[in-house]
């Protein structure tokens, strides 16, 4: 029985190099510069009386926390394999992602369970500080994801802390609106009516950081992979007579793993096929971490009473 690898030295081990001091950095500033508004958006909400500037510090606080988060699965994820731990901690990336997004959902339930029982009687809220404190909280908000930006986008602790900054700019924004209502209109009751926006902003991120933990989690194929592709290149390889047993998953998002037995046909070598596999796979569809087991092609199969005729002679 063979087995054959693609390389998992050289770029590999540049790959997880970037991916694992890069977006360390990216958090670390993200997080100074959430941390940095989280008290003054707290303190600007409570004097205003403005549920959009609170449910927006609320969600600035899931941000702390989903960086802090994000950079603790970092640390743990550069850790070296080990004997019980093959592939080592990347799956705690995803269980990170995973731990983020259902934050965000159960902030956008508080939201919207605290902005109906606003609707019938909304509370003059301070309009002009609102607009400037949702103003100033936008351009952290910005800067913050200016921070994230960059070639570590596919990690997915970068993506889940990239999604929390993005949706709460969004959520300053419509805090923003709600403010200049207030200001120059008095129309209170679209400071509850901001925050239901804020809060369909942070569950439909929820949603997404969900999806894709759980469709790594539960070995799906990862995006921008076909598994059809991927078999036909395998049986166009030179020496392959079927394939069976094709799987196509990821350890962690941005480390995509294939597994598959050829059916040698007979005139090649088990060990050359496997690389031969390896070599096209990682040519055609760019995955790196490839197993193939090369198998004997099956015997014929002889009837019955062919084979009780050579027993009698």
């Not at 059809?228 to 962690?252: K, Q």
Request: with cysteine; glycine share 10%.
């Amino acid at each position: 029985m063979s087995r054959d690898h693609a390389n998992h030295g050289g770029a590999s081990h540049r790959h997880d190099h970037g991916r694992r001091d890069t977006p360390t950095r990216r958090l670390t500033i993200a997080l100074a510069l959430t941390v940095g508004f989280l008290a003054v958006e707290l303190v600007a909400g409570w004097w205003t009386g403005s549920l959009a500037l609170l449910s927006d510090a609320g969600h600035m606080a899931t941000d702390a926390g989903a960086l802090v988060v994000a950079l603790v699965a970092q640390a743990i994820a550069g850790r070296a394999r080990s004997g019980e731990k093959t592939f080592g901690y990347r799956r705690v990336e995803i269980l990170a992602a995973l731990g983020n997004g259902v934050v965000l959902a159960a902030t956008s339930i508080w939201i919207v369970v605290e902005a109906i029982t606003r609707l019938g009687a909304a509370p003059e809220v301070k309009g002009p500080p609102m607009v400037a404190v949702a103003a100033v909280g936008l351009g952290v908000n910005l800067a913050a994801a200016a921070a994230l930006a960059g070639p570590g986008h596919s990690n997915p602790n970068v993506r889940a802390a990239a999604a929390h900054v993005m949706s709460d700019a969004l959520g300053s924004l419509a805090a923003i609106v709600s403010g200049l209502a207030a200001w120059l209109l008095a129309w209170y009751v679209v400071d509850p009516i901001a925050s239901l926006v804020i809060a369909v902003l942070i569950l439909r991120s929820a949603w997404r950081l969900v999806a894709e933990a759980v469709s790594v989690l539960m070995e799906g194929t990862p995006r921008g992979l076909d598994c059809r592709s991927i078999e036909a290149t395998i049986l166009a390889t030179p020496g392959v007579a079927g394939v069976h047993d094709l799987h196509v998953w990821a350890i962690s998002e941005g480390f995509p793993a294939i597994t598959a037995h050829v059916i040698l046909d007979g005139g090649h070598h088990g060990t050359e096929v496997a690389a031969a596999v390896c070599a096209r796979v990682r040519l055609a569809h760019g995955v790196d971490h490839v197993t193939v087991q090369p198998e004997a092609p099956s015997p014929p199969v002889v009837p019955v009473d062919s084979l009780r005729r050579r027993q009698r002679r």
